[in-house]
C-alpha cells in the first residue's frame, strides 16, 4: 500500500511569511495528525483529525496555526505568520482509527521548515 | 502529566555489541506502549506495539519487552544497518501518543 505523502521536503521562508503543507494518508485510514518535531526532540502532536472533524487541537498555536481536513482525506497545514521557533519538521501521520488504543501511527516522511 | 524519558540518549556499539535501549514512563491506565525506528530525513516507522506488563514482541534482531513503569528494546548482535534513533510512545486510554525524546544509536562496522 502507498504510504503517507508529505509536500514539499523542505521550505526555508523569512520570519512573520506565511507557509503551507499538505498531506496525503494512508487510503481507508480515518485519523490523521500533524506533529511537530523539533531537532533532537520526539514529535509533538499539533492536531488530530477523526474522518474532517477535529478531536484534539489543545497544543496548536491558533493564533498562528491552522489545519484542515476537507472531504476526510487530504490535509493541509498552514502557518501564518511564522516565527523563528517553527522551524522543526512537520510530520503528517494516519491511522486506521484512532479511537482505537490498537492502532499505530504511519508517517510520512515530513516537511523540514526553517525560518530565517 | 504523563511523561516519556528514554535512556541513554546516545549510544555507540560495535558491530555485534548488544544492548538494550530504555523507554520509562509515567502513565495511569496505559492503553499500549509503541517503540519506532527514525532514520534521518525519514518519518518514524512503526516497530511494536506492547499491551500489558511482561508481554514481548521480536522482530529479527530487536526484542521488546514492558513492565509496570518502563520498556526496554534490546538488541542482539547488532548490524550497522541498525543505526538510527529510536523513539517509544504511549496511548492512554482518551489521549494522545506522548512521545520520549529518542535515542540515537550508531552501530559502527
Request: hydrophobic content about 30%.
Amino acid at each position: 500500500e502507498a504510504g503517507v505523502a508529505q509536500s514539499p521536503r523542505y521550505k526555508i521562508i523569512e520570519k512573520r511569511q506565511s507557509v503551507a503543507f499538505w498531506c496525503n494518508p494512508i487510503s481507508g485510514h480515518a485519523t490523521l495528525y500533524w506533529y511537530q518535531q523539533i531537532l533532537g526532540q520526539g514529535p509533538k502532536l499539533l492536531i488530530q483529525f477523526q474522518n474532517n472533524g477535529v478531536v484534539d487541537d489543545s497544543q496548536l498555536p491558533k493564533d498562528r496555526f491552522s489545519a484542515e481536513r476537507l472531504k476526510g482525506v487530504d490535509s493541509t497545514l498552514k502557518i501564518q505568520p511564522a516565527k523563528l521557533e517553527d522551524s522543526a519538521v512537520y510530520l503528517c501521520a494516519s491511522s486506521l482509527d484512532g479511537t482505537r488504543y490498537n492502532s499505530p501511527l504511519h508517517f510520512g516522511n515530513g516537511t523540514r521548515l526553517t525560518v530565517t | 502529566e504523563d511523561q516519556v524519558t528514554q535512556s541513554p540518549e546516545a549510544l555507540r556499539l560495535q558491530e555485534g555489541e548488544s544492548s538494550s535501549l530504555n523507554c520509562s514512563y509515567t502513565v495511569s491506565g496505559l492503553r499500549g506502549l509503541f517503540w519506532y525506528r527514525q532514520d534521518p530525513g525519514k518519518g518514524p516507522e512503526f516497530l511494536f506495539t506492547l499491551y500489558s506488563a511482561g508481554e514481548e514482541k521480536e522482530k529479527e534482531r530487536l526484542k521488546a519487552t514492558l513492565t509496570k513503569k518502563e520498556s526496554f528494546l534490546h538488541i542482539t548482535a547488532p548490524k550497522p544497518e541498525d543505526s538510527a534513533t529510536y523513539l517509544c510512545a504511549v496511548h492512554r486510554k482518551g489521549q494522545n501518543f506522548v512521545f520520549g525524546p529518542g535515542t540515537r544509536l550508531s552501530v559502527l562496522p
